[in-house]
Each structure stands twice: as structure tokens, then as C-alpha cells.
């Protein structure tokens, strides 16, 4: 994942469980955007989730 300074989330990787935040359960090897964030000032994730904190 990565935060972007414009506080857009950015993620790709294997997205089993839904954790790269696109809606979908593919995996992703190139950027999607996180939809529905905006304003974001961290993240966090690990294996099978990820976190925002706005």
C-alpha cells in the first residue's frame, strides 16, 4: 500500500481476502486506488488487512 501526499490510498498485491480495498478479490500487480478514501493521513497493513486512518 501507499499513501500518497495528496491523502489518496494506493495498493496491489494479493488481495485474497478484499484488504487492497478495490471491491474485488483479484490480485492486483499494478496500483489501484482505494476507493471511497480521501483525506488519509496514515496507513497500515499486514497479510490479510489494511487500515486508514483519517
Do not use: F, R
Not at 16 to 44: E, H, M
Request: aromatic fraction near 8%; charged fraction near 10%; include cysteine.
Amino acid at each position: 500500500m501507499a499513501l500518497k501526499s495528496d491523502g489518496t490510498v494506493w495498493a496491489w498485491g494479493w488481495n485474497g481476502y478484499g484488504q487492497l480495498g478495490d471491491g474485488t478479490l483479484s490480485n492486483k500487480s499494478t496500483t489501484v486506488q482505494v476507493s471511497g478514501l480521501s483525506d488519509v493521513i496514515a496507513i497500515a497493513c499486514g497479510a490479510s488487512h489494511s487500515l486508514a486512518l483519517k
